[in-house]
């Protein structure tokens, strides 16, 4: 994998604007050279002017949350009064947890686990939607090609038995017979696709496909959200309590991350260059990282983001969720989204 959510993360758990601002190279990694990885910023000001604040991250450090490294490094949380930590994931930290113990003030999560998380007496709202698009997609050879559903049938899937509701519901969005598919259990790697033992792989565009990328091999990739599985990722969730207490924070927070990623979009390789000079232990490869960094700005940003911010959501987008999200046996309500922390950010 390259270092983020694992795609099983973004199913039911088992059990599961504007224009982007100007940003050279050298603003993005020059500032704050003394900052470790991973540690909170505070100078300037002094320490007990900062208000401590936790943001849960989804995954292992890598690009793809290289819009919180911006922030971060140019101390723009700070600048508003926030000394934030920047909590790493994994397959052993989940982010709910942390958000409604009040360790982590923001997590960031997924539509289908926030709505799990609630379903079990969780108190989350999704307050932003950084990935426009939902991530995954069926990544095929030119030669053997998956370009839509109806290619489907007939066709052996790579994926993890888990991300079978995932699949299923395609299909149904798309009228095909989900019979006719071979569901071949396999690893998270490319390497099953590429040595012919599966036709497809259910993966996320911004990893396998980059890795083979990285190998000279092209693949073939179909957007799941291009043909209606409408399900956001990379969201924002806070709980109620905070919603209602800690609005100032919230908003302070999102603003920061707002700029964090309106800069990213504007350099994706300053943005992949500073993730690996602030990690340098996490074995990140730079062109790797530079080229997931390049293939995530479409499904982050839109013309719906450059309209109204980074972050933004409309309500036709909440019912499509709910669509999708009683495909894969999660009923919610457009409650669980609440936008007014943006509506807040992005007034001016």
Not at 119 to 148: C, E, W, Y
Not at 175 to 191: E, G, H, K, L, N
Not at 218 to 244: F, K, N, P, V
Request: glycine content about 10%; charged content about 15%; some cysteine.
């Amino acid at each position: 994998m390259s270092g983020h959510q694992n795609p099983a993360r973004l199913i039911v758990p088992p059990a599961t604007p504007g224009a982007a601002a100007a940003l050279t190279r050298r603003g993005v990694i020059a500032g704050l050279a003394g900052v470790a990885a991973g540690a909170t910023v505070c100078r300037g000001r002094a320490a007990w002017a900062q208000t401590p604040v936790g943001l849960q991250l989804s995954w292992l450090h890598s690009v793809q949350f290289a819009g919180s490294y911006i922030a971060l490094r140019n101390g723009w949380w700070r600048d508003a009064g926030l000394e934030v930590s920047l909590l790493q994931g994994g397959p052993n930290a989940p982010v709910e947890p942390p958000v409604v113990a009040g360790n982590a003030l923001v997590g960031i999560s997924a539509a289908d686990y926030a709505a799990a998380a609630v379903a079990q007496g969780a108190p989350f709202r999704i307050i932003g939607v950084a990935m426009q698009k939902n991530p995954f997609v069926i990544a095929s050879l030119p030669d053997n090609p998956i370009d839509t559903p109806a290619d489907l049938p007939g066709k052996r899937i790579g994926m993890a038995v888990a991300n079978t509701p995932v699949l299923q519901a395609l299909c149904r969005l798309n009228d095909v017979d989900f019979a006719a598919i071979r569901i071949v259990p396999t690893q998270y790697s490319a390497q099953p696709l590429m040595a012919g033992e599966v036709d497809g792989l259910l993966c996320w565009e911004t990893d396998l496909p980059v890795a083979m990328a990285m190998r000279g091999i092209a693949a073939r990739t179909m957007l799941m959200a291009d043909h209606g599985y409408a399900l956001h990722s990379q969201t924002y969730i806070a709980t109620t309590d905070s919603l209602t207490n800690r609005r100032k924070d919230l908003v302070a927070l999102m603003a920061g991350e707002g700029r964090g990623w309106n800069a990213y979009r504007a350099d994706t390789d300053a943005a992949a260059d500073l993730t690996v000079e602030m990690f340098p232990d996490a074995g990140l490869d730079p062109a790797t990282q530079r080229l997931q960094a390049e293939r995530q700005v479409p499904l982050m940003f839109s013309g719906l983001t450059d309209a109204h911010g980074f972050g933004w959501w409309t309500d036709e987008g909440v019912q499509e969720n709910i669509r999708t999200l009683s495909l894969l046996g999660r009923t919610v309500t457009p409650d669980l989204w609440d936008r007014s922390i943006l509506e807040d950010v992005h007034a001016g």
